[in-house]
């Protein structure tokens, strides 16, 4: 399951626009889209993507329509409420994982560890650099441990962490990457896979014959 939100300047990436300005920010992050959606595309038909979405409606999605197989607007309240309500979606077909599009580092292969450890363990994280995650996961519907938690902090996982061990789940870690909000966040990133910072939306790449705009 894909978290995203419509690219809409003002309403995305608002740490990084800070610094870039708010159509720059904007521009990047549907790029951002394209390219987590040309990176997980390999894992199909094998794991059914379900894209979760927000800030537009669906036919605003329409550069990204045909690279999931399911879209479903994301509902009101905190990251919490919509991380418990779009599991439950998802885990009706089977063990469930859900990403953002803010990690770049995230590939098909992270999927697939991600649901080898859920093969042995009931709920896997993918451990991003400032404290929070680019990935959970789960075989079974533990929405409890949304609760009680800090969103966007340094201390989110930890306190998922707290909760997995308070109800007795087991866990596993995936390797840490980072997520893209700064842009010192951006710059490592670019810097890391020897791009420039002026990477432009307008590179394209090619999924399966055909072009996924802003990849």
């Not at 300005?21 to 379900?50: D, K, M, N, T």
């Not at 409606?57 to 309500?85: C, K, M, Y």
Request: aromatic share 10%; net charge negative; proline share 4%.
């Amino acid at each position: 399951m894909v978290f995203l939100k419509y690219p809409r300047a003002g309403a995305v990436k608002t740490r990084l626009a800070a610094a870039l300005g708010a159509e720059r920010a904007a521009e990047l992050y549907r790029g951002w889209i394209g390219h987590v959606f040309a990176a997980i595309q390999p894992l199909r038909p094998s794991v059914r993507l379900l894209a979760y979405y927000d800030g537009a409606e669906r036919s605003d999605f329409a550069p990204w329509l045909a690279l999931a197989d399911d879209w479903r607007a994301q509902p009101s309240g905190d990251l919490g409420e919509r991380l418990r309500r779009g599991l439950a979606w998802a885990l009706s077909i089977g063990p469930a994982l859900a990403i953002g599009t803010d990690c770049l580092e995230l590939d098909a292969a992270l999927i697939r560890a991600a649901y080898a450890e859920l093969s042995r363990v009931e709920v896997v994280f993918g451990p991003a650099m400032d404290g929070g995650y680019y990935l959970v996961g789960m075989r079974d519907d533990h929405r409890a441990i949304f609760e009680g938690v800090r969103w966007s902090c340094p201390e989110t996982l930890a306190n998922h962490l707290m909760r997995c061990r308070e109800l007795g789940l087991t866990h596993a870690l995936l390797p840490a990457r980072q997520d893209i909000d700064t842009l010192a966040d951006w710059e490592d990133y670019c810097r890391r896979q020897g791009r420039t910072v002026e990477w432009s939306t307008a590179d394209r790449s090619t999924v399966d014959g055909s072009t996924v705009e802003g990849a």
